[in-house]
């Protein structure tokens, strides 16, 4: 069930049912013979998504690899994310009104 809130910040209602899709797998280790395992939950029908999304889990959680993922996966979806909402920021930047440095006609 997804949960909406009116006007963002009131009552928290039900909006209705989503498909989400879950992954879960096991990266062997050569250290270790169970490996790791990893989860994940994707909103939507995107299987692919969901079971990548579990090997970066799962190779996040042994400790050989944990720095190669944070390095290499998570530090550029961070970089991804912070342009995307610069972006965004100055998109509505532009749309701004300043209603004081309005000028009325003459009264």
Do not use: C
């Amino acid at each position: 069930m997804v949960r909406g809130r009116i006007g963002g910040g009131g009552a928290p209602f039900n909006l209705g049912e989503t498909t989400v899709t879950r992954a879960t797998v096991r990266v062997a280790s050569g250290a270790s013979s169970e490996g790791s395992v990893g989860h994940s939950y994707a909103l939507g029908r995107d299987h692919e998504k969901a079971r990548l999304a579990a090997i970066a889990d799962a190779l996040w959680q042994a400790p050989q690899s944990r720095a190669a993922v944070e390095r290499d996966l998570l530090q550029k979806i961070a970089q991804r994310l912070d342009v995307r909402s610069t972006q965004r920021r100055r998109e509505a930047a532009a749309t701004k009104v300043d209603f004081f440095t309005m000028v009325r006609g003459d009264d």
